[in-house]
C-alpha cells in the first residue's frame, strides 16, 4: 500500500486556520461592539463604522492576495495575517478612543484577508481537483465552528477577566498553534512529497476546461459578472439577516432561546456544506446547486414572515432552512470557478470574487437595519427573500 495521502491532513490544518480566521475576523466584530458600546459607552454608530471599515480593508486587499501569495509564498503570508488578525484585535480592545479604532480595523482587516476564504481555497486547490467539493466543505466547516467556539470565549472572556487581556490570550495562543502549522502542513505541495491531485497515482492531464473564459479581463466575461453579483446579492441579505435575527426572535423565544436558535442555524450551516461537499455528483451543474440552495434560504425567509415575529416553531424552522445554505455561499463560488475556469485562473476568480462579496456585505447591517427602523421587523424577511431570488436568477443568467 503507498504512503497515506496528505492532503487529508492539510484540511484539517485548513479547518483549525479558518476557525481562528472566523473567530477573530467574522464573529469576533459582533462580540467586541457589545463589548465596546455597552462596556464603555461608545457610540454604536462609531463602532460599526469601524467593523464596516475593517470588512471594506478586506475586500480591497483580498484581490491581491493571489499577488502576494506569489511573491512572498502561502505560509509567509499566512503567518502575516495571524499576526495582523492578533494585533489587530489588541488594538480593538486597548484602543482608548473610537478614533483608534480606524487603525485596529486596517490591521484586523489585512488579518481577515490573508486567512479568510481566498487563502482556504488556496491551500485546498494545491491538493485537491476531483474531489475538491469534500475537502472545500470540511475545510471551511472550521468557520462554522469559529462561531461554535469563538463567540462564547470571546463573551466569557471578556466577562471574566476583560477585553484587553481577553484579545492578548486568544491572539496569543493563535499564533502559537497556527504557526507551527502553517509551516508543517501548509508549506509541502504534493509534488514535494511525491503524491499528485487527491492522491491519485498517475496525475492528470490538464482538461482545458473553460479554455473561452480566459480572453480578456474577468469584468468582460458575462460568466463572472453573473457569478460575482448573484453571491454578493446572497451574501447581503445572507448578513443583514443575520445582523438583525437575534433581536427579531428575542420577543418571542427569549434571549437565550434566541441564542440556541441561532447555535442551530450554524449547526445546519455545517451539515448543509457537508452534504453539498460531499453529495454533488462529479458532473452536476454547480450553478444549480447554487441556486437551489439561495431557494432554500429564500424558503427560510418565507418562514421568518410567516412567524410573523410571534410563532417559535417557524422561528426556528426558519433558522434550520436558513441555516441549511449558509455555509454554502462561501464554499460553493471557488467550485464553480473550479468548473468554469482554467486552473490557473481559478485562485485570482476566487479573490475577485470573495472581494466584491465583502464590499457588498459591509453595508448589509446598515442597510437592514434601516429597513427595519422605517418598516419594521417584517422587512428582514422581506428583503432578505428578495435577495436570495434575485441571487437565484442572476446566477442562471450568463448574457
Same mark, same amino acid.
Given at each position: 500500500m503507498g504512503e497515506r495521502f496528505f492532503g487529508w491532513q492539510v484540511v484539517w490544518a485548513a479547518f483549525a486556520l479558518a476557525a481562528f480566521a472566523w473567530g477573530i475576523g467574522f464573529y469576533g466584530p459582533g462580540v467586541w461592539l457589545q $463589548? =465596546?458600546?455597552?462596556g464603555r459607552g461608545w457610540s454604536v454608530a462609531a463602532v460599526s463604522g469601524a467593523i464596516t471599515l475593517h470588512f471594506l480593508v478586506s475586500a480591497v486587499l483580498v484581490a491581491r492576495l493571489p499577488a *502576494? /501569495? @506569489?511573491r512572498f509564498g502561502l505560509v509567509a503570508m499566512l503567518r502575516a495575517g495571524l499576526v495582523l488578525s492578533a494585533a489587530? $484585535?489588541?488594538a480593538w480592545a486597548l484602543a482608548p478612543s473610537p478614533a483608534w479604532l480606524v487603525p485596529a480595523a486596517l490591521l484586523t482587516g489585512a488579518g481577515w484577508a490573508m486567512t479568510s476564504g481566498t487563502a482556504i481555497n488556496a491551500i485546498i486547490s494545491r491538493w485537491f481537483d476531483r474531489r475538491r467539493p469534500a475537502a472545500l466543505a470540511m475545510a471551511y466547516n472550521g468557520a462554522s465552528m469559529g462561531g461554535i467556539v469563538f463567540v462564547p470565549l470571546w463573551a466569557a472572556l471578556i466577562a471574566g477577566i476583560g477585553f484587553a487581556p481577553a484579545a492578548m490570550a486568544i491572539g496569543a495562543t493563535g499564533i502559537a498553534v497556527l504557526w507551527p502549522v502553517a509551516g508543517r502542513w501548509f508549506a509541502p505541495d504534493p509534488a514535494m512529497l511525491g503524491q499528485h491531485l487527491d492522491? @491519485? %497515482? *498517475?496525475?492528470r492531464a490538464a482538461s482545458g476546461r473553460g479554455a473561452g473564459a480566459a480572453a480578456g479581463s474577468l469584468w468582460s466575461q458575462p460568466a463572472f459578472r453573473s457569478l460575482s453579483l448573484a453571491f454578493a446579492l446572497g451574501m447581503v441579505g445572507q448578513m443583514g439577516l443575520l445582523s438583525q435575527l437575534f433581536s427579531v426572535m428575542a420577543p418571542a423565544l427569549g434571549e437565550a432561546g434566541a441564542g440556541w436558535a441561532l447555535s442551530l442555524a450554524t449547526v445546519c450551516a455545517v451539515l448543509g456544506r457537508s452534504a453539498a461537499g460531499w453529495l454533488l455528483p462529479p458532473? $452536476? #451543474?454547480?450553478?444549480?446547486?447554487?441556486?437551489?440552495?439561495f431557494l432554500v434560504q429564500a424558503a427560510g425567509s418565507v418562514a421568518l414572515l410567516a412567524a410573523a415575529g410571534t410563532s417559535a416553531p417557524l422561528l426556528v424552522l426558519s433558522c434550520v432552512l436558513f441555516g441549511l445554505g449558509l455555509g454554502n455561499l462561501? #464554499? =460553493?463560488p471557488p467550485l464553480?470557478? /473550479? $468548473? %468554469?475556469?482554467?486552473a490557473a485562473q481559478v485562485g485570482a476568480v476566487v @479573490?475577485?470574487?470573495?472581494? *466584491?462579496n465583502q464590499g457588498f456585505y459591509a453595508f448589509a447591517p446598515a442597510i437592514f437595519g434601516l429597513l427595519r427602523d422605517l418598516g419594521g421587523d417584517w422587512t428582514v424577511g422581506a428583503a432578505a427573500l428578495a435577495l436570495q431570488i434575485a441571487a437565484a436568477a442572476v446566477l442562471r443568467w450568463r448574457r
Amino acid at each position: 500500500m503507498g504512503e497515506r495521502f496528505f492532503g487529508w491532513q492539510v484540511v484539517w490544518a485548513a479547518f483549525a486556520l479558518a476557525a481562528f480566521a472566523w473567530g477573530i475576523g467574522f464573529y469576533g466584530p459582533g462580540v467586541w461592539l457589545q $463589548a =465596546l458600546s455597552a462596556g464603555r459607552g461608545w457610540s454604536v454608530a462609531a463602532v460599526s463604522g469601524a467593523i464596516t471599515l475593517h470588512f471594506l480593508v478586506s475586500a480591497v486587499l483580498v484581490a491581491r492576495l493571489p499577488a *502576494v /501569495q @506569489a511573491r512572498f509564498g502561502l505560509v509567509a503570508m499566512l503567518r502575516a495575517g495571524l499576526v495582523l488578525s492578533a494585533a489587530g $484585535a489588541a488594538a480593538w480592545a486597548l484602543a482608548p478612543s473610537p478614533a483608534w479604532l480606524v487603525p485596529a480595523a486596517l490591521l484586523t482587516g489585512a488579518g481577515w484577508a490573508m486567512t479568510s476564504g481566498t487563502a482556504i481555497n488556496a491551500i485546498i486547490s494545491r491538493w485537491f481537483d476531483r474531489r475538491r467539493p469534500a475537502a472545500l466543505a470540511m475545510a471551511y466547516n472550521g468557520a462554522s465552528m469559529g462561531g461554535i467556539v469563538f463567540v462564547p470565549l470571546w463573551a466569557a472572556l471578556i466577562a471574566g477577566i476583560g477585553f484587553a487581556p481577553a484579545a492578548m490570550a486568544i491572539g496569543a495562543t493563535g499564533i502559537a498553534v497556527l504557526w507551527p502549522v502553517a509551516g508543517r502542513w501548509f508549506a509541502p505541495d504534493p509534488a514535494m512529497l511525491g503524491q499528485h491531485l487527491d492522491g @491519485a %497515482e *498517475v496525475q492528470r492531464a490538464a482538461s482545458g476546461r473553460g479554455a473561452g473564459a480566459a480572453a480578456g479581463s474577468l469584468w468582460s466575461q458575462p460568466a463572472f459578472r453573473s457569478l460575482s453579483l448573484a453571491f454578493a446579492l446572497g451574501m447581503v441579505g445572507q448578513m443583514g439577516l443575520l445582523s438583525q435575527l437575534f433581536s427579531v426572535m428575542a420577543p418571542a423565544l427569549g434571549e437565550a432561546g434566541a441564542g440556541w436558535a441561532l447555535s442551530l442555524a450554524t449547526v445546519c450551516a455545517v451539515l448543509g456544506r457537508s452534504a453539498a461537499g460531499w453529495l454533488l455528483p462529479p458532473g $452536476a #451543474s454547480r450553478r444549480g446547486a447554487a441556486a437551489l440552495n439561495f431557494l432554500v434560504q429564500a424558503a427560510g425567509s418565507v418562514a421568518l414572515l410567516a412567524a410573523a415575529g410571534t410563532s417559535a416553531p417557524l422561528l426556528v424552522l426558519s433558522c434550520v432552512l436558513f441555516g441549511l445554505g449558509l455555509g454554502n455561499l462561501l #464554499s =460553493l463560488p471557488p467550485l464553480i470557478a /473550479q $468548473a %468554469e475556469w482554467p486552473a490557473a485562473q481559478v485562485g485570482a476568480v476566487v @479573490a475577485m470574487i470573495t472581494a *466584491v462579496n465583502q464590499g457588498f456585505y459591509a453595508f448589509a447591517p446598515a442597510i437592514f437595519g434601516l429597513l427595519r427602523d422605517l418598516g419594521g421587523d417584517w422587512t428582514v424577511g422581506a428583503a432578505a427573500l428578495a435577495l436570495q431570488i434575485a441571487a437565484a436568477a442572476v446566477l442562471r443568467w450568463r448574457r
